[in-house]
């Protein structure tokens, strides 16, 4: 009986690493346990450092292989980049749970509709023959998503204005 209940324990356990982790995705808040204001290396707990790059005014960007950006000034954390809906790392899987069922590759059509009015949109330079590229921002919700030809390629967390 006690290797029953031993053996389904460990199935449970088994099943919760297969099924992941949610991270919530929180406009002008963060996403998961990745927050604004953290200090810049907090989310080396979370996520697997990939490289660091200069970024202006003396800040810099610190890109993790899960698809997961910061931006940092003062060893603090500014701006956060999300460009993938799920990841795998250090032996789970996590899902960001966007507002309205969104996930990178959707359609840029639904943003309005995850994150209401107040909108600023604007196009961005993009080269002949490629597909559009555009940032749709809600300031005062601190939230921004970039599209390529109507599909949603990454969104930023920003402290709200």
């Known amino acids: 009986m006690k290797s029953v209940l031993i053996g389904a324990a460990l199935a449970l356990s088994m099943a919760a690493v297969a099924w992941g982790e949610v991270w919530p995705f929180e406009p002008g808040v963060g996403v998961g346990p990745v927050r604004l204001g953290q200090g810049y290396l907090e989310p080396t707990r979370y996520l697997t450092p990939d490289r660091q790059i200069p970024g202006s005014l003396g800040g810099i960007y610190l890109i993790y292989k899960e698809g997961i950006e910061t931006q940092c000034q003062d060893k603090r954390i500014i701006e956060i980049v999300v460009k993938k809906s799920t990841f795998s790392g250090g032996r789970r899987t996590v899902e960001v749970q966007f507002p309205s069922n969104l996930k990178i590759g959707s359609p840029a059509t639904q943003l309005q509709g995850a994150f209401g009015t107040g909108m600023v949109s604007s196009n961005l330079p ?18 921004e998503a970039q599209a390529e030809g109507g599909k949603i390629i990454q969104y930023s967390i920003f402290p709200k204005k």
């Open 126 to 143: 993009t080269a002949k023959g490629y597909p559009q590229k555009t940032v749709y921002a809600w300031p005062f919700k601190g939230v």
